[in-house]
C-alpha cells in the first residue's frame, strides 16, 4: 500500500476528477428525474421559510439538512438543472476527497469512484444519501491525517447525522469506532483516566444532544402511515431470516436485470427467487462477510466499524426497513470506510495466535479490496448506459404532453400523489391531491389510507371539478387507474408504452364536461 498520510499527486487527482465530473454531468443531463428526486426539489422551494419546510417535511422521514440546502438554491433558481449541478458538485467532491487522500492504490481509487455508487446511485439521482457519503469520506480523512483533524472529524459526523435516519446510523457507528481509537490507540498514550472519563462523558452529552435533535426532525406525526417499527415475529419466516445477510452480497454487486426494453433499476440480478438460489445467494453472502472481516481486521478501528456497520445494517433492513438501492448502498460505504481506517493507519497489534493470523492475510487485502471494486464498475456502466439510452422516468415527458395539448392551464387531479407531484414539478404549478383536498406541487403524504378511499375521492374532485370547468386532467397509471364512473366522462390522453428503468408508468386522462353554452361541443 501507498503511505497513508501522503497526498496524491495534483495531476493525476485532477485528471480522474475533470474524467469523473464529465461524465457524471453527461448521465445528468440524459437523466429524466423521478418521483422521489421531485417531491424533495418542490418541497423544499414551494415552502416558505425553515418552518414551513419542518411542518411540510415531517412524513418524509429525514432530517431537514438537504431540504434546507435545497432551499437556500432555490432562492437563486427554481429550475431543476441547478439542483442537479448541485448533485454533481456533491459527487466530485466526494470524488476529489477519495482521489486526494484515501490510503488506496490508484487503481482502487479510480475504480471506487467509477463505480455504481459513487458514479451514479449517490451521484446521478439527486437524493441526500451521496452528501451523506462524502460528510462520511470526510470524516474518515480528518480522522486519519496527522495530525487527526479530531475538530472537523467531529463537525462532519454532526453533519452526517442530519442527512438521512441511513447516515445517521452511519454516523454513529463511525463515532463508536472513533471513541474506541481514541480510548485505545494501537500506536501512542492511552489517555489518563480522567481524560477518558471526562471526554466519556463529553462525547456522550454531546452524541445525545444530537440525536435528540436528529429525533426531533424525523420523528413521525402521530397520524403517519409508517412510524418504524419492527416487523411482526409472527411474520417472519425462515425466508426473511435466511434472507437477512443477502443484502451485502447486492450491495456489492449491485448489477440490475436488464431486458430487450432495457434496464430494470433497483432490480436486482442477485435477489433470490427460489430455495437453492437462497441458499446460493446466502453462501457467497456469507462468504463475502468472512472477506470483509479478513480486510477490516488489519485495524482494530477498521474491524469495529464493519462489523458493528455492517451487522446493524442488515438487521435494519432485515428487521425494521427493507429499503432499497439508495438505502443498501450504505452497506457499501461500511465496507470502503471499514478499508479507509484499516489502511490509514499502522496495524494494530493482536494476541500472538490472531496476530499470525494477521499477518498471513496481509499481503492480500489490498488485492481483495482491488477484485471487490470491479462488479461494481460493470454495474455503474450497465445503469448509466440504459439511463444514456432509455428513460429513467417519464414525468418531464408528461409534462410535455401536456403542454403540447394546450392543457397546462387546465386543473389537474393526481389519483397517483407521487407520481402526480413530478408531473407537476416540471408543469412548475400545483396540482389537486383529492383525498386531502389540497392543491400543491409536493405530497404532504398524512396517515394512511385506503386505495378505495381514494378513488372516490378523484371521483368526487373531478366531478365537482366539472361543474365549473370545461375539462379536466387526472393522472393515474395502468397498475392504478380511474374508477368506471370517471372514465365514463373522459378518453386517454397518454399511457407510458413501455416501463422506465423506475417503474413509474402514467395514464393521462382527459375528462370533459357535457356540452353547454358553458362548454361548447368540439371544444378541446
Excluded at 27 to 41: G, I, L, Y
Excluded at 168 to 185: I, K, Q, S, Y
Excluded at 320 to 335: E, I, Q, R, T
Amino acid at each position: 500500500m501507498p503511505d497513508t498520510h501522503t497526498e496524491e499527486s495534483p495531476r493525476f487527482v485532477w485528471t480522474v476528477l475533470a474524467i469523473f465530473t464529465a461524465f457524471v454531468s453527461i448521465v445528468s443531463v440524459f437523466h429524466e428525474p423521478w418521483k422521489d428526486e421531485t417531491q424533495a426539489w418542490r418541497l423544499a422551494i414551494d415552502s416558505d421559510g425553515i418552518r414551513q419546510l419542518a411542518h411540510n417535511a415531517r412524513y418524509e422521514g429525514h432530517p431537514l439538512l438537504f431540504h434546507v440546502m435545497l432551499q437556500a438554491l432555490g432562492h437563486v433558481s427554481r429550475s431543476w438543472w441547478v439542483v442537479a449541478a448541485l448533485h454533481v458538485v456533491i459527487a466530485s467532491l466526494a470524488a476529489w476527497v477519495v482521489l486526494r487522500y484515501a490510503p488506496f492504490t490508484r487503481l482502487q481509487k479510480v475504480l471506487l469512484v467509477f463505480g455504481y455508487w459513487m458514479a451514479y446511485e449517490y451521484a446521478v439521482v439527486v437524493r441526500p444519501y451521496g452528501f451523506g457519503l462524502m460528510l462520511a469520506f470526510a470524516a474518515c480523512t480528518a480522522w486519519t491525517a496527522q495530525p487527526r483533524r479530531t475538530g472537523w472529524a467531529i463537525v462532519f459526523l454532526v453533519l452526517l447525522t442530519n442527512t438521512t435516519l441511513i447516515g445517521t446510523l452511519l454516523a454513529m457507528t463511525l463515532a463508536l469506532g472513533f471513541a474506541v481509537d481514541w480510548a485505545w490507540p494501537d500506536a501512542g498514550p492511552r489517555p489518563s483516566r480522567r481524560a477518558l472519563l471526562a471526554g466519556g462523558l463529553a462525547g456522550f452529552v454531546a452524541t445525545l444532544a444530537v440525536l435528540l435533535t436528529v429525533v426531533v426532525q424525523i420523528r413521525p406525526p402521530a397520524d403517519a402511515a409508517y412510524k418504524g417499527q419492527p416487523r411482526a415475529a409472527t411474520g417472519f419466516s425462515a425466508w426473511d431470516l435466511g434472507s437477512i445477510p443477502t443484502t451485502e452480497l447486492r450491495a456489492l454487486v449491485p448489477v440490475v436485470h436488464a431486458t430487450r426494453d432495457g434496464v430494470r433499476w433497483n432490480h436486482w440480478l442477485l435477489l433470490p427467487g427460489s430455495r437453492a438460489e437462497l441458499a446460493a445467494v446466502l453462501l457467497a453472502s456469507l462468504a463475502v462477510l468472512a472477506l470483509g472481516c479478513i480486510l477490516a481486521s488489519r485495524r482494530r478501528i477498521a474491524l469495529l466499524v464493519f462489523v458493528v456497520g455492517t451487522g446493524g445494517f442488515l438487521l435494519f433492513f432485515g428487521l425494521v426497513y427493507s429499503g432499497s438501492a439508495h438505502h443498501h448502498g450504505y452497506l457499501f460505504a461500511v465496507w470502503i470506510l471499514a478499508a479507509w481506517l484499516a489502511f490509514g493507519g499502522a496495524p494494530s497489534r493482536w494476541p500472538p495466535a490472531l496476530q499470525r493470523l494477521s499477518d498471513q492475510f496481509e499481503p492480500e487485502r489490498s488485492r481483495l479490496l482491488t477484485w471487490s471494486l470491479v462488479l461494481p464498475v460493470v454495474a455503474m456502466l450497465e445503469v448509466a448506459g440504459g439511463d444514456l439510452v432509455g428513460p429513467f422516468a417519464d414525468a418531464r415527458h408528461v409534462a410535455g404532453v401536456i403542454r403540447s395539448h394546450g392543457l397546462e392551464n387546465v386543473p389537474i387531479v393526481a389519483l397517483t400523489r407521487a407520481e402526480g407531484q413530478a408531473v407537476a414539478a416540471f408543469l412548475d404549478r400545483p396540482v389537486t391531491y383529492p383525498l386531502e383536498g389540497k392543491t400543491r406541487t409536493y405530497v404532504v403524504w398524512g396517515g394512511p389510507a385506503s386505495w378505495r378511499r381514494l378513488v372516490q375521492a378523484t371521483d368526487s374532485a373531478v366531478a365537482q371539478l366539472l361543474t365549473r370547468e370545461c375539462e379536466v386532467v387526472v393522472l393515474s397509471a395502468p397498475s392504478h387507474d380511474v374508477s368506471q364512473q370517471t372514465a365514463s366522462l373522459a378518453k386517454v390522453l397518454y399511457t407510458t408504452p413501455l416501463p422506465p428503468m423506475s417503474d413509474d408508468r402514467y395514464r393521462v386522462w382527459v375528462a370533459k364536461a357535457p356540452p353547454s353554452s358553458r362548454c361548447p361541443a368540439g371544444r378541446m
